[in-house]
């Protein structure tokens, strides 16, 4: 049998959703289970992707394989308008074909986001992203309420996923709902192996 492991899929235009990965690949791997941290690259204005091979000392590009392998998944965006990222959402267009294969039917996914003032749209933003990977049959977990840091945030953090308000660092508060999170998709995952 292959090795489990929770993706965590991102784009990160100023290193805001990068930061909210990295704790989420904490928790994943507080639970003994892999997290490979992947991203997409940046589009042109024309709206087609700048390049298919990652810059050196850049996170790796998402692979088709890479989804297709993965065990559960956790997907984040920086909040544009209330929506995901046209780079993430470009991508997500582009997996018709593990669509059809059914490759992630049933298993365990969650959302993560950014966004630069309160009330910039995380909520609608991390709801948005939930939408393709139910059409991928996979089975959407967030952040419960038994972490008290839900209740303690003055800044990002939900129970629909992990969210940052844009600052040089995370809060404690955002570190810890990302933890929890990355736990629980991990937890998840493994039961349902």
């Known amino acids: 049998m292959k090795q489990p492991y929770i993706l965590i899929l991102y784009f990160s235009r100023f290193g805001h959703v ?16 892999e997290a490979r941290l992947r991203t997409v690259p940046t589009i042109s204005k024309n709206g ?19 989804l297709i392998g993965c065990s559960g998944l956790l997907i984040g965006s920086p909040t544009r308008f ?3 990222a046209a780079e993430l959402k470009l991508f997500l267009d582009s ?20 966004s630069s003032s309160f009330h910039g749209g995380q909520e609608s933003t991390l ?32 129970p629909y996923g992990s ?10 508060e955002e570190r810890q709902i990302c933890r929890t999170q990355g736990k629980n998709i991990a937890r998840l995952t493994r039961k349902l192996l």
């Open 127 to 158: 709801l948005s992203m939930m939408i393709p990977l139910l059409h991928h049959g996979m089975i959407l977990t967030g952040v419960p309420y038994s972490e008290a840091a839900l209740n303690k945030t003055k800044r990002g953090g939900t």
């Open 48 to 66: 087609e992707f700048v390049s298919e091979t990652a810059p050196p000392d850049s996170p790796i590009y998402c692979k088709e394989s890479d």
């Open 95 to 114: 997996t018709a074909n593990i669509w059809l294969s059914g490759s992630l039917i049933g298993k365990p996914a969650g959302v993560f986001t950014a």
């Open 163 to 172: 969210s940052h308000i844009e600052s040089d660092e995370l809060s404690p």
């Open 82 to 84: 209330g929506n995901m």
């Open 18 to 33: 990068e930061k909210l990965a990295e704790q989420l690949r904490l928790g994943v791997e507080s639970e003994m289970m």
